[in-house]
C-alpha cells in the first residue's frame, strides 16, 4: 500500500523459476525414479516462461531456495540433502554441471524477462540455520539478552552460513549486474559483519519458523532493510501501480 503496488505471486513447491531447467528433487534417488512433483517442476517452467512472454509486468522477482542446488551436503556439522538443477534439453546430472546450468540459464531468464519489457529482480537465499528453532527463545526474556536468544537459536556461525551462499550469492550479482537487473542478497541484511551469528531473533521476535524459511517477522525485516537500501526501485516510482510476479 506504501507504494501502490500490486503482485500476482506465482509459485510451484520447491521448484526455480530459471526457464529451460528444472529440479532434482533429491539426488540420485530421484534421477532414476521421479517424483510426480519432479515431473511438474519440469512442465512448471516453461508455464512461467510463456506467462512472461505474454502477459505485461513491470517488474519480475525470482526467489528459491539456491544452496541446495549447488553446494556441499555437509554442512558445518549437519549434512544437507542433494538436488541439482537441470538442463531440459541436455541433462547432466553433477554439482558442477547443476551450477553450469545456472550460470546460463539464469542468464537466459533475466534476458527472457527483460525482452518482455519487465526489469528482473532475483533474491538471493535466506541464511540457513542448521537445524529446527522450535522453542529456541522460549526463556524468560528478562534473564537474558537479545544477542544471547540469537546466538541460542542459531547452530551455525556466521562464517560457514557466508560460505555456503557463495556460488549463488556471487552469481546472482554478476549476471544481475551485467544485465542491468537487480540483486537482493539476503546474508547481506541479515548477516552483518563483525557478528558472529546471523540475525534470527530481533526486537522481541523470533524471524524463522524452521531452518530455512523466514516468517512473516522475517520478511517485514528484510523488506524494510531492502527499503534502506539505496537500489530500492519503488520509491522512485511511488505513484505507479505495478505488477509483481514472482
Same mark, same amino acid.
Given at each position: ?10 509459485t510451484f513447491t520447491g521448484c526455480p523459476p530459471v526457464f529451460g531447467t528444472y529440479k532434482v528433487y533429491g539426488?540420485?534417488?530421484?534421477i532414476q525414479k521421479e517424483s510426480m512433483k519432479q515431473i511438474k517442476c519440469r512442465e512448471q517452467t516453461k ?24 553446494? $556441499? ?66 526463556? $524468560? ?44 542478497? $539476503? ?23 524452521d531452518d530455512d524459511h523466514i516468517n512473516m517477522y522475517g520478511s517485514v525485516y528484510l523488506a524494510q532493510k ?6 530500492? $526501485? ?13
Amino acid at each position: 500500500n506504501k507504494y501502490n503496488i500490486s503482485f500476482t505471486f506465482f509459485t510451484f513447491t520447491g521448484c526455480p523459476p530459471v526457464f529451460g531447467t528444472y529440479k532434482v528433487y533429491g539426488a540420485p534417488g530421484a534421477i532414476q525414479k521421479e517424483s510426480m512433483k519432479q515431473i511438474k517442476c519440469r512442465e512448471q517452467t516453461k508455464i512461467w516462461e510463456e506467462y512472461v512472454r505474454v502477459n505485461k509486468f513491470d517488474y519480475v522477482i525470482l526467489s528459491s531456495r539456491w544452496n541446495w542446488l549447488f553446494e $556441499p551436503r555437509k554442512y558445518y556439522d549437519t549434512k544437507q540433502r542433494r538436488d541439482l538443477l537441470v538442463d531440459k534439453s541436455n541433462p547432466k546430472f553433477s554439482v558442477n554441471e547443476s551450477k553450469k546450468s545456472f550460470l546460463h540459464f539464469i542468464d537466459y531468464t533475466i534476458k527472457i524477462i527483460q525482452t518482455s519489457g519487465a526489469q528482473a529482480i532475483i533474491f538471493g537465499q535466506v541464511p540457513h540455520s542448521g537445524k529446527d528453532l522450535e522453542g529456541c527463545d522460549n526463556i $524468560p526474556k528478562i534473564l537474558i539478552s537479545e544477542n544471547s536468544i540469537n546466538r541460542r537459536c542459531n547452530h551455525v556461525p556466521r562464517m560457514f552460513v557466508l560460505q555456503r551462499s557463495e556460488f549463488s550469492n556471487t552469481t546472482i550479482k554478476n549476471i544481475t549486474s551485467k544485465n542491468n537487473a537487480l540483486a537482493v542478497i $539476503p546474508t547481506d541484511f541479515f548477516c552483518k559483519e563483525n557478528t558472529e551469528y546471523c540475525q534470527i531473533y530481533y526486537k522481541g521476535t523470533r524471524l524463522k519458523n524452521d531452518d530455512d524459511h523466514i516468517n512473516m517477522y522475517g520478511s517485514v525485516y528484510l523488506a524494510q532493510k531492502w527499503e534502506e537500501h539505496e537500489e530500492f $526501485p519503488f520509491k522512485l516510482a511511488a505513484k505507479t501501480n505495478y505488477h509483481i510476479t514472482k
